[in-house]
């Protein structure tokens, strides 16, 4: 699985973007971020049927995960961003399993797209 993230790039504070992983057909996904000299955090995630997202509390009423009606590209809109958004953002996708997982852990993942930058000026 080959996972391309894209979308990346400049944005003002207050403003919306959005992101998109390719390839990711029947696969849980997830978005990740990483912010100069910070761990990678989770953003969100979404079922490979897109029956259920999850969405870390900084993000939350702000960031919405989705996916589209071919099931194979994942979406991250983005609204009211703000400067401390500012990260590489990468998307993940799991092997389908009959167990939960943690959605919101990076080792729940097989699989990592190459990043994309945002910036958020302020």
């Known amino acids: 699985v080959q996972l391309q993230a894209s979308g990346g790039g400049l944005v003002q504070a207050g403003g919306f973007w959005r992101l998109s992983c390719a390839a990711c057909g029947r696969y849980g996904t997830g978005w990740f971020r990483q912010a100069p000299g910070k761990e990678r955090e989770f953003v969100a995630a979404i079922t490979w049927r897109g029956g259920n997202t999850y969405h870390a509390d900084s993000v939350k009423g702000r960031f919405t995960i989705s996916r589209n009606s071919a099931g194979d590209t994942v979406y991250l809109q983005m609204n009211s961003l703000r400067p401390e958004d500012t990260a590489v953002y990468y998307c993940?996708?799991?092997?389908?399993?009959?167990?939960?997982?943690?959605?919101?852990?990076?080792?729940?993942?097989?699989?990592w797209g190459q990043g994309t930058q945002v910036t958020v000026s302020s």
């Open positions: 993940a996708a799991r092997r389908p399993s009959g167990g939960s997982y943690d959605h919101s852990s990076s080792n729940a993942y097989d699989y």
